[in-house]
């Protein structure tokens, strides 16, 4: 009696090969991850020289597992410093950007000069502003 082929083919991959197939994988992911995380600090970092960055990279290309590893080694304890200028940096760009949207005496815009104008016009109509104070904030928005 013959057995069925993916019966046998099934049977011929034991649990220790997944493991060990699913394991090398991940390593391998893992390497390409490390890869560009320092490919990519290369180029982020401002205190490298456009001479400096050409040669990590073509270091870290040619000779990939000597190159991380050396970058690792001579400048791995100040990627964490980098990573967070950058962030305090972006964290401060969107903080201003919200302040001056949020608040428009701090320089910011609300809208258009016609989006405004219908705002105030609005009110002046409501009595809620008189007509001093309407064609002062007018001249402010057509200034």
Do not use: C
Not at 60 to 76: A, K, Q
């Amino acid at each position: 009696m013959a057995s069925h082929p993916a019966i046998l083919a099934e049977s011929s991959y034991p649990l220790l090969n997944a493991f060990w197939t699913m394991l090398w994988l991940f390593l391998w992911v893992l390497w390409f991850f490390l890869l560009f995380r320092i490919i990519g600090d290369v180029f982020r970092s401002t205190d490298l020289s456009g001479w400096a960055k050409a040669g990590w990279s073509l270091f870290v290309i040619i000779l990939p597992f000597l190159g991380v590893f050396t970058y690792l080694i001579v400048r791995g304890s100040t990627i964490q410093q980098r990573d967070a200028a950058q962030a305090k940096a972006v964290d401060d760009a969107f903080r201003t950007y919200a302040a001056r949207t949020l608040n428009p005496q701090a320089g910011g815009a609300t809208g258009s000069a016609a989006d405004e104008l219908t705002k105030l016009s609005a009110l002046h109509d409501r009595g809620v502003l008189s007509d001093a104070e309407f064609n002062t904030q007018k001249t402010k928005i057509l200034a």
